[in-house]
C-alpha cells in the first residue's frame, strides 16, 4: 500500500529533470539539464540529470504504445562518463522516432547524449566541449587507471562516429587539441562548426527539430537533404 502511494505521488510530482511534456498527444519532450548524475550525489545547489531516473523512464517511453516520437532537450556541462554513455546507449537502442537538440551546451559527455538520437540538431548559438575522459582526485594504480581511462575514451570515440558523421581521426584532432582550452586539452565547436564537422545533422531550434521529428514518426527519408551547414 505505502509503495503504491509513494510511486502515485512521484507521477503527481515527477523528480527534477525527468519532468516530460506532451506535443500534440504523442511527441513527449525529455531534458538533459545540467550535470550528469552517477554514482555520487551532486550538491543540492547544482542542476542534475539522474541516470537511475531517466533511463527507467526511457524504457517507459519505448513501451508506450501513445508515445510515437520523443524529442531530447540538451543543456548540459557533462558529468559522470560511464552514466552519460549508459544514457546515451538507451536511447540509441529505442525504436521510437527520436530527435535530440542542443540548446545553450552540449559539453563533454553531452556531446555522445546529442548525437544517441536518431538526427540531432543544435541552435547558432549552442557550444560543444569535445575533451580527452579526465578524473579528479588521488589516483591509485598509474598504469591500470591509464588503461582504464584510454579504453573509456575508446568507446566514447567509437560512439560518436557510429552516431555521427565526424571521422574518427578529426574527432580525436578535436579532443586533443592543446592550444584552445586555458586548461585542457580539446576543442568549443559552435553549431554551425559542429554541423560543419558532422559531429550533428543540422542547424535548427524547436519548429525545426519538431519538423524532423514528425517527418521520422510519417517513415519520411530524411537523410541528408535536411542538413543545412
Not at 563533454?108 to 538526427?119: D, E, F, Q, R, Y
Not at 558523421?165 to 559552435?190: H, N, Y
Not at 527539430?209 to 530524411?222: C, F, K, P, S, T
Request: charged share 25%; aromatic share 4%.
Amino acid at each position: 500500500m505505502q509503495m503504491r502511494e509513494e510511486k502515485e505521488q512521484q507521477q503527481k510530482n515527477p523528480p527534477a529533470g525527468v519532468e516530460i511534456a506532451t506535443v500534440g498527444g504523442d511527441i513527449h519532450v525529455l531534458p538533459i539539464i545540467g550535470q550528469i548524475e552517477g554514482h555520487y550525489v551532486l550538491p543540492e545547489n547544482q542542476k542534475a540529470t539522474k541516470y537511475e531516473q531517466i533511463i527507467p523512464r526511457l524504457v517507459d517511453l519505448e513501451q508506450d504504445e501513445n508515445v510515437r516520437g520523443v524529442l531530447f532537450i540538451l543543456h548540459t556541462l557533462g558529468g559522470d562518463v560511464e552514466a552519460g554513455l549508459a544514457m546515451a546507449e538507451m536511447i540509441a537502442s529505442m525504436e521510437t522516432p527520436t530527435v535530440s537538440l542542443v540548446l545553450g551546451g552540449g559539453h563533454s559527455i553531452g556531446v555522445p547524449l546529442a548525437v544517441a538520437a536518431k538526427h540531432s540538431l543544435i541552435v547558432p548559438s549552442a557550444t560543444m566541449t569535445i575533451h580527452p575522459v579526465r578524473v579528479s582526485g588521488t589516483v591509485l594504480g598509474a598504469p591500470q587507471s591509464f588503461r582504464y581511462l584510454s579504453e573509456m575514451q575508446e568507446r566514447i570515440v567509437d560512439f560518436v562516429v557510429e552516431h555521427s558523421r565526424i571521422g574518427k581521426q578529426r574527432l580525436v584532432e578535436l579532443m586533443m587539441c592543446p592550444d584552445e582550452l586555458a586548461t585542457d586539452l580539446g576543442s568549443v565547436v559552435e553549431g554551425r562548426e559542429a554541423v560543419k564537422e558532422g559531429l550533428i545533422d543540422r542547424l535548427g531550434g524547436l519548429a525545426e527539430a519538431l519538423e524532423v521529428l514528425r517527418g521520422e514518426m510519417r517513415g519520411d527519408d530524411l537523410g541528408c537533404a535536411n542538413r543545412t551547414f
